[in-house]
């Protein structure tokens, strides 16, 4: 354990101490009231009296009800830490049946070109979202049989969360361009990493999710930057009805009919081709 915890244990008492310590051990700086119990063997009341008292001494933020993180010692006593965004969305998610997503996802992937200023989190739970310290974060629910093309991501040397492959991103971006910024930032993010992007596990998600929009919206675009090959652009094409959808349902449903991919062509296609120019 590092000098300058050692130190500060000193002044924490011998319940603060031990919890400080059981964390540490744990690699884990976000806490609920039953880790504060289980190393304090404090009651319930007890427990959530005691972890009041470190929030008012800066020495642990409130995340929300029953949530806390440890501020580090060497921040003194600032009380606006919120630690890792990332990992406090794992957090705020439960800790599984989560993935960070959409906007988010595209980030860790290097997909996007600005910051982005929400993390977007998929889960089968219902939770509202929230703002804390500055950040929001927005949770968007999905089917349990949704979770897949999901893989590890490191946000420390002991942490990780779980967020959607880059395959997923894009699908879960044609679903929902409005988490992305629209369908011209997923279509960015495709073209910008089009060379670690799998088309057939694409299409493979796209056919798995079952969304008739997903499924044109992922044969124009890869018809458009000439990705696809002909058994892909069967397979998508096989799964049409002749319906039409909006390319970006953010986006006033006006424009041209294209019935190759029964869209209604609200984006100029020529917008989309200026992404391979960039």
Known sequence: MPQNIKKSLKTLGPQG?????????RSQAIFGIG?????TG??????????????????????KPG???????????????????????????????????????????QMVTQPQLVVSVTTTKPLRSRSIMGTDFRFIRCQRKSLFGI?????TRQERV???DRNRTVIDGLRRPEYCGGLTEVAKGLWMQREKISVEEMTRYAIRLNVGAVIRRLGFLLDL??????????????????????????????????????LR??????ELRLVVRT
């Open 265 to 270: 062509l609200n984006v100029d296609p020529d």
């Open 67 to 109: 949530l806390y993180i440890l501020v580090p010692f060497e921040m003194g006593k600032e009380k606006e830490f919120a630690g890792d965004p990332y990992l406090v969305a794992k957090a705020l998610a439960g800790g599984k049946d989560y993935y960070l997503s959409h906007g988010t996802a595209m980030e860790i992937h």
């Open 35 to 39: 880790d504060v119990k289980a190393a």
């Open 162 to 164: 779980q967020v959607s």
């Open 17 to 25: 101490a031990r919890l400080v310590t059981t964390l540490h051990e």
């Open 151 to 155: 893989v590890e991501h490191w946000v």
């Open 42 to 63: 404090l009651a319930d009341a007890s427990a959530r009296s005691f972890v009041r008292t470190l929030v008012e001494r800066g020495l642990v933020t409130r995340l």
């Open 225 to 262: 930057y000439q990705m696809a090959t002909d058994e892909t652009r069967m397979r998508l094409r096989n799964r049409l009805t002749n319906t039409y959808v909006p390319l970006d349902p953010i986006l006033p449903g006006q424009g041209k009919h294209l019935h190759r991919w029964r």
